[in-house]
């Protein structure tokens, strides 16, 4: 098993210059790099420039010292051709041949293509998807619930302990509300299970919410409620669950659809805790009242008067809000669940809440060194209207509705271009492709950007889309049922590369752990979607370029081989995206 060739070059390269020049230089940065440009090689080393003023030598001077005490270490001289030096100090690398294949070798007999786990696991939470109850989840949830599984696998693939925790919506004053209205209404549904579908609940929900806010009397009443369930009174308990266990069937459903797990730990979960949280911020003296509110006030958040802005942690009337929650819940997190990464994936409009939050919970000193939260904004569903997305009614988009658009659209697809094929067949095509396209769609744009949603777009056979991906995996298939051969028995230390395109390709399979490194990191998923593109358009060229059935024997399975690893890392790739292959399509 290996790391990434450049993870392992930027080790080799800081031992280089600290050995060169002395331990204080151990954590200058290496600044090293893939080539933007093919002929300066593979990959680059640009320290020297950076270190030149401090030594007071010469750049070239410097690279060759590099250079010098990189070759101590002689394994380097099998992975690369001697190294060279350009311009002011560059230095320049270029993969050896012979280490491509050995390493494509070891791609091809490994089910995660030779990629090691990491050494030290983190702890991980993904908080994702994370829908209200009573309301319906919306195409934001979807965003949240596509992006937060992809980099939940992304963070299991590589060895992390990680928790996958839909911090839903169970908790507050709505259900005050809901409660006194359905008593009023309705009061069949809370006490009977299934008495009322999601649909109608999100109606109830709107209802009750105009009288909340034209009613006073109805408001006291719902006040009441609130207090009631947060006191633990039987009846509004119990109506409570049952309305967090019809949401909870109809989220489910979506949760199938999708084949994502999560775990449900809601904001309800943290109300026991909430208390500790005022306690303790106001022995770290940060708690102050505000009007008859307790916050803490924030540093670089002002309001229009350019006055610091208060963060509300417990409202006049005694009640806690969702940022008294999050401030619990990280708690929660970094003491019980004993987590060293929080991920927070929601829409963009929640930046300021969680900068909030963290900044809080740092000055409170609840933050160790050693716990990074970090919050994974991203931007809008657009329609085709470039406005917010939403029916020609103007209503929200149902989820429900919307996944199956997408499969109707890959079936109707696939009946015009196969038609003797069995209903089963069509089927599993049609929801490979109709869901594999919605979710990729969503990957492969920057999150943060809006992206626009266009059911014409994800589904076009031709661009960077999930049928163009899974067609690159379906093409691999074909030539080995063509050929009648059984991937799995190939000799697997059979590649020799010796044309331009299977060199290009190896290049880039190889760089598949990078990839996946980079996503690891800066948490972009569309950093491994433009990675498979690019892995696809390199096969093709290939592909066009080479013989590979009718070439002669050795090279015959060198090709093949080649075709091998590429399908293992397009399946293992869009694996992560969480997006599954077809055989034939
Ligand atoms: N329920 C919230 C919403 O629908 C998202 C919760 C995100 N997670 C969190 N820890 N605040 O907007």
Known sequence: MTTSVLSDLKIRFSKAIASAFGEEYANHDPAVAPSKDAKFGDYQCNAALSLTKKLKQKPQDVAAKIIENLQNDHSINEIFETPTIAGAGFINLKLKLSYLESQLAKMQKSDRLAIAKVDQPDRVIVDFS????????????????????????????????????????????????????????????????????????????????????????????????????????????????????????????????????????????????????????????????????????????????????????????????????????????????????????????????????????????????????????????????????????????????????????ARADIESRNLEASEEFKQDVAEAVGLGAVKYADLSQNRTSNYIFSFDKMLALQGNTAPYMLYAYVRVQGIGRKGEIDFASLDTDAVRLTTEPEIVLAKHLLQFAEAIDAVAEELYPNRLCQYLFELSQKFNQFFEQCPVLQAEESERISRLSLCDITAKTLKLGLNLLGIRVLERM
């Open 130 to 409: 994370s829908p209200n109850i009573a309301k319906e989840m919306h195409v934001g949830h979807l965003r949240s619930t596509i992006i937060g599984d992809s980099i939940a696998r992304i963070l299991e693939f590589q060895g992390h302990e990680v928790l996958r925790l839909n911090h839903v919506g169970d908790w507050g004053t709505q259900f005050g509300m809901l409660i006194t209205y359905l008593r009023e209404v309705y009061p069949d549904a809370l006490t009977k299970a299934n008495a009322i579908a999601i649909g109608d609940l999100v109606e109830l929900y709107r209802k009750a919410k105009k009288r909340f806010d034209e009613d006073e009397a109805f408001k006291e009443t719902s006040r009441a409620a609130v207090v009631e369930l947060q006191a633990g009174e039987p009846s509004a308990k119990q109506a409570w669950l049952l309305l967090c266990e019809q949401s909870r069937r109809e989220f489910q459903k979506i949760y199938d659809v999708l084949n994502i797990q999560v775990t449900e730990r809601g904001e309800s979960f943290y109300n026991s805790y909430l208390s500790d949280v005022i306690t303790d911020l106001r022995e770290t003296g940060l708690l102050q009242e505000d009007q008859g509110a307790l916050c803490v006030f924030l540093e670089g958040f002002s309001n229009k008067d350019g006055q610091p802005l208060p963060l509300i942690v417990q409202k006049t009337d005694g009640g806690y809000n969702y940022a008294t929650t999050d401030l619990a819940a990280l708690r929660y997190r970094i003491r019980e669940d004993k987590a060293t990464r929080i991920i927070y994936v929601t829409d963009i409009g929640q930046s300021g809440h969680f900068a909030q939050v963290f900044q809080v919970a740092k000055r409170a000193n609840w933050i160790p060194e050693t716990v990074q939260p970090t919050h994974v904004p991203f931007g809008l569903v657009m329609g085709d209207d470039g406005k917010k997305f939403k029916t020609r009614s103007g209503d929200t988009v149902a989820l429900k509705s919307l996944l199956e658009e997408a499969i109707t659209r």
